[in-house]
């Protein structure tokens, strides 16, 4: 194998309109995370890239759906997304954005350099146009029928119900996103990167030079390569992003998978003075972790611009995952299913590793697996818990009632003991082994092995029992103990390291690097260590249980907003319309009616009068919340008996189709008794 000076790894960027949930995590930063801290604790020269893709029309559109601006939609998520990022560990040596005026800058030379030496093709095609809105339709800004699936709802570039990826004139009766109008066609100049160009080449360089690359990898460029390769918009008619900076190209902006990963080398530019000996330098190894869905972006077009460019080196390796479900249901932006960073952040304040752990034990490195709660909590429960935390407390309580926290020397070794001592090697290989190969699943399987195997003699050689006839035998079981001990505390680093980095405060070993793992006496005799506290705790059915609700809630929500609205009543005329008396009134007490799950009894003022009034509010807000509300009641609806309750009126509720409740208000404080016309 090559062997290089040094490495560049870089992470996906993230779109900047939405959080960071479980399955980019799992997919990209996780596994990204792992090898750089393994690299680091190496001793190697590595520096890890990442930053917030803050272009491209999902931004738009949400800007606009929201009523604000994109700079203001991305500096929300660059923001959130930056710190649940630093809170969960990710050791990034910089969280660098697009919309920063060092990418602008790169990018548009970037795209010069290709525009001089004459990469480009310059094409005049027909496009949709919006003639209400003014502008080109670019991508999701164009909706229609999906031609395969019939799906009413498909985007310009790809049907979200079947997968499909599309261009817009593929679109059945299309229609515009923003004036929601048919689209007319209309000419427009681009600038292309003939990609056909490159298949010869990369055809060679992946196919040929690459045999390495994991499995699924290979195999999609493969068939993207046998399919033949076209010219490939590097431009779009849009107002958000970087400016196409050639003259007469007013109104257009570089593709936004054009300028995202130009984002690795702008946020290295900005990281160090040095940058272009990781980028231009063929000592470099370059590392690419991304998630399946961007393959094709980084194994063909990417390398293909940088080829063109001609100035800087390739990926060595593009360690791409598949994808991870939640629940056994694809996780979501848009329909909120998902296990968001910052709310687990949140809801387990310190368990960030039981996260770290249960993303990589069950990543889906070579096919698509499922994140479940209850999963979580066994992998925390049963493996954190029970088994690594297990063992490293009764190796150092012991040590501490035993001997006093000073690392005892061993005595005579039986055959036991030398089978566990020579097995840390082995299981040291293992996880390096694994780990150069990118499959950190496998390599933290090694790890822990390493912690049963510690559990096992504990368990086998019983120094709590031994202690009483022979306490010179304790001192050997607890040396050994201690030593796989440490061993671990390196080993497991890359996975868990907010734990491994007490476990080494504990063992008084801050200094210790990846070398040093493998061997039997990384404690000294008479090496003094602290007694520790537990490393994980056990995470409850209620915490778990809480977690499955939020989701059930979500399911519900997404449920109801699919189900079709009830259809219109028959016609009433303006004078019945007009009997019906709505005013605006306060509550001022609240209670619930005793025996009911739905019933809240209300006191409620109208200006008219103080009356008493029954709404079916209570499952949606408690009583102590309500008094000071503003709502809107119809003060002339004949009296109701409610369950002995005289109800003089009736105040006004919307209701979803899940049953949800809650109160038209008015928008604005406005004085008790006011007509509601
Ligand atoms: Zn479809």
Redesign the pocket.
């Known amino acids: 194998m090559k062997s290089f000076k040094r490495h560049l790894i870089t992470s996906a960027l993230p779109y900047a309109n939405g959080p960071i949930h479980i399955g980019h995590l799992a997919g990209v930063y996780v596994p990204s995370d792992i090898y750089t801290r393994y690299l680091r604790l190496r001793g190697a020269d590595v520096i890890s890239i990442c930053g917030s893709d803050e272009h491209g029309v999902p931004i738009t559109l949400k800007a606009r759906k929201e009523g604000i601006t994109p700079q203001e939609v991305v500096d929300r998520y660059h923001e959130l997304n930056k710190k649940a990022f630093e809170d969960f560990g990710i050791a990034f040596d910089i969280y660098s954005r697009t919309s920063n005026k060092i990418h602008y800058e790169t990018a548009s030379a970037f795209f010069r350099k290709l525009y001089e030496k004459g990469e480009f093709i310059e094409k005049s095609s027909n496009q949709y146009y919006d003639e209400e809105a003014g502008c080109f339709l670019a991508d999701r800004y164009i909706m229609g029928t ?1 031609p ?4 009413e709802n ?1 985007y310009g570039d790809q ?1 979200e ?2 997968g ?1 990826s599309l261009s817009p004139t593929d679109l059945k009766s299309p229609r515009s996103t923003i004036s929601g109008g048919a689209p007319v066609m209309r000419e427009t100049l681009h600038w292309y990167l003939p990609l056909d160009k490159y298949e010869p080449w990369l055809r060679k360089w992946i196919l040929e030079e690459h045999t390495e690359w994991k499995s699924n990898v290979y195999g999609q460029c493969k068939s993207w390569l046998d399919q033949g390769l076209q010219p490939r918009a590097v431009s779009r008619d849009l107002d958000w992003g970087v400016p196409v900076p050639v003259e007469g190209a007013e109104g257009k902006v570089l593709y936004v998978w054009f300028d995202a990963p130009i984002g690795y080398i702008s946020a290295t530019k900005e990281l160090t003075p040095d940058w272009e000996k990781y980028w231009k330098d063929s000592q470099t190894r370059m590392i690419h972790f991304i998630g399946k869905d961007n393959i094709v972006f980084h194994c063909i077009i990417f390398p293909a611009m940088l080829k063109a460019e001609g100035s800087f080196i390739l990926p060595e390796n593009v360690p791409a995952n598949e994808f991870l479900n939640l629940e056994n249901d694809k996780i979501s932006t848009s329909r909120n299913w998902a296990v968001w960073l910052h709310e687990y952040l949140a809801d387990f304040p310190g368990k960030q590793d039981s996260l770290r752990y249960a993303l990589c034990a069950s990543a889906p490195e070579a096919k698509d697996n499922d994140f479940t709660w209850k999963e979580f909590q066994a992998r925390n429960n049963n493996e954190l818990v029970a088994i690594l935390g297990n063992f490293i407390n009764r190796t150092l309580v012991l040590t501490d009632k035993y001997f006093q926290g000073v690392v005892p020397a061993a005595g005579d070794l039986n055959d036991y003991d030398t089978s566990t001592l020579a097995a840390i090697s082995e299981l040291k290989q293992a996880v390096e082994t694994n780990l150069e190969s990118f499959r950190f699943r496998q390599a933290l399987a090694e790890a822990m092995n390493l912690a049963r195997l510690g559990n096992k003699y504990l368990a086998d050689t019983e120094p709590w029992k031994v202690i009483k006839s022979d306490p010179g035998r304790v001192q050997t079981i607890l040396y050994i103990s201690l030593q796989i001990t440490a061993n671990l505390a390196i080993l497991l680093e890359p996975f868990l390291p907010f734990s491994m980095d007490k476990l080494r405060g504990w063992l008084n070993i801050t200094d210790l690097n990846w070398d040093a793992a493998g061997s039997t006496d990384l404690l000294k005799k008479g090496h003094r260590i602290s007694s520790g506290e537990l490393m994980f705790s056990k995470i409850e059915d209620q915490e778990i249980e809480h977690q499955v609700q939020k989701l059930l809630e979500t399911k519900k929500a997404n449920e109801a907003l699919n189900t079709t609205t009830l259809p219109q009543k028959d016609d009433i005329s303006f004078d019945e319309f007009n009997r019906m008396d709505i005013r605006t009134a306060t509550i001022i007490e609240a209670e619930k009616v005793a025996r009911t799950a739905k019933l809240m009894k209300l006191k409620v003022e109208t200006c008219i009068d103080t009356r008493t009034i029954v709404s079916g509010i209570a499952e949606y807000c408690t009583a102590e919340e309500l008094p000071g509300r503003q709502v809107s009641v119809i003060v002339n609806l004949a009296p109701r008996n409610i369950k002995g309750i005289e109800s003089k009126g009736m105040i006004l509720l919307a209701e979803d189709a899940s049953g949800k409740m809650t109160f038209m208000v008015p928008e604005n404080k406005i004085k008790n008794g006011s007509p509601v016309k």
Do not use: L
């Open positions: 999906c395969h699936c019939g799906n498909a049907c119900k079947c499909t």
